[in-house]
């Protein structure tokens, strides 16, 4: 549900806004028509599919864990592979802004049963940040079901993010995966652009 802010009109206010530091950027409906998906197919091999998608980003407010003060946004993408009317991917979960720490971070859930937390440092006004969640990794780390984990184990996850002068953001997502019987590291790779289309 969207945070109403202080005005209770649905309007955020620029403290509200303030206190997401660089997720302020995020909030709101956005577009992608132009997405790069290179995945493993169904052979195990590896295939090329262009996407687009749809995300929407919604202010949740402060969450405190003790000392510990949070800001952040609730978060749903759906993607498409281009001429399909069925997403090929749902994904689901939270930004979150760690002001005293300058951290940056994404919580991911996807109903394949993998989950990650990916963190990194940025600024209040950064325009570009780098998140990394390792398997094994007791901060951001990664988590997934029985059969992914003896089939396809996630071992890394790599997301860049850069906002755009025309009201647009970039990201680059690397999901590194350890397929049963492969030699080597499969890189699953997916980039896009994304207008806003919605405040």
């Known amino acids: 549900m969207y945070n109403p802010g202080k005005n209770g009109k649905g309007i955020m206010s620029e403290e509200d806004l303030k206190n997401l530091g660089p997720l302020s950027l995020l909030v709101g409906t956005w577009e992608g028509v132009t997405g790069d998906d290179t995945a493993p197919s169904d052979d195990r091999g590896s295939e090329e599919n262009k996407y687009r998608e749809h995300m929407v980003l919604e202010p949740t407010g402060l969450t405190q864990n003790h000392e510990q003060s949070l800001y952040g946004l609730r978060y749903h993408m759906q993607a498409w592979r281009i001429g399909e009317f069925e ?113």
Not at 102 to 125: D, F, H, N, Y
Not at 173 to 192: A, M, S, Y
């Open 87 to 199: 997403p090929f991917h749902d994904e689901t979960g939270y930004w979150l802004w760690d002001a005293k720490e300058k951290q940056v971070m994404k919580c991911v859930t996807i109903p394949r049963g993998v989950s990650l937390i990916a963190g990194g440092s940025a600024e209040p006004g950064s325009t570009h940040f780098k998140l990394t969640a390792k398997l094994g990794d007791a901060d951001f780390g990664i988590c997934s079901n029985p059969f992914l984990d003896r089939e396809f184990k996630t071992v890394r996850f790599d997301f860049e993010m850069t906002f755009n002068d025309d009201d647009s953001f970039t990201y680059d997502e690397v999901t590194v995966i350890q397929i049963k019987g492969k030699e080597g590291l499969f890189e699953h790779r997916d980039r896009n652009t994304l207008k806003r289309v919605k405040a």
